[in-house]
C-alpha cells in the first residue's frame, strides 16, 4: 500500500460483512445539510444504513435521523452505483423563540448515489434523494406532504468485520 496508496484489488468490489462511516455535507432542500451515516452490509448488494444530520438555522434548526436500505449490484472498477429507500424523522427546534415546542415528524427518502473509491477502504460519496416529510397545515384538516430535495458529498470509510 505504501508503493502504491490508490491501486484497487481486482475484481468485483467486497461489500460482504463491511462496515462503513461517512461524514458528508449538503443541503437539504435550499437548507445546509450536516450528516454522518453508518453502513452495515450483509450481503453483497444490501447494506442498512442509520444516519444522524443537522440542518442548522438561525431562529429554527433541525435534526434527522433515519434508516435506509441501500441496495447495489457490485462491480468491478472505482465507480460503485447505488440505490437507497428509508424511513425518518425530522425535529424542527425552534431556537430561542418564547413559548415554543419542538415539532417532530415523519419523512420517507429515497433515491441513489455513486461512490469513487479511491483506495480499497476509501470512497468519495455522492448521494442524492427525495425526501418527503409528513405534517399539517393551518386551518387544513389531514396530512400535508412536503417534499425536499436532498444533496450530500462526503467521504466513505470501510472496514472488513472478519466471520
Do not use: C
Not at 17 to 41: E, I, K
Not at 100 to 122: F, H, P, Q, S, W
Amino acid at each position: 500500500v505504501a508503493e502504491h496508496p490508490y491501486h484497487l484489488a481486482p475484481g468485483v468490489r467486497p461489500f460482504e460483512r463491511r462496515l462503513s462511516v461517512s461524514p458528508a455535507w449538503g443541503s437539504f432542500g435550499s437548507d445546509r445539510l450536516f450528516t454522518v451515516m453508518a453502513a452495515y452490509n450483509p450481503e453483497p448488494w444490501l447494506g442498512w444504513e442509520a444516519a444522524l444530520s443537522h440542518t442548522p438555522g438561525q431562529s429554527v434548526h433541525a435534526m434527522m435521523h433515519s434508516f435506509t436500505a441501500i441496495v447495489r449490484r457490485p462491480m468491478s472498477g472505482r465507480f460503485q452505483p447505488y440505490l437507497s429507500a428509508g424511513y425518518g424523522m425530522v425535529i424542527v427546534y425552534p431556537g430561542q423563540a418564547v413559548n415554543a415546542i419542538a415539532v417532530t415528524k415523519n419523512a420517507l427518502a429515497a433515491g441513489g448515489g455513486m461512490e469513487m473509491y479511491v483506495r480499497d477502504d476509501l470512497a468519495l460519496r455522492v448521494d442524492v434523494r427525495h425526501a418527503t416529510v409528513f405534517g399539517e397545515q393551518r386551518d387544513r384538516e389531514g396530512l400535508v406532504a412536503y417534499p425536499y430535495l436532498q444533496g450530500t458529498l462526503g467521504l466513505s470509510f470501510y472496514r472488513s468485520i472478519q466471520p
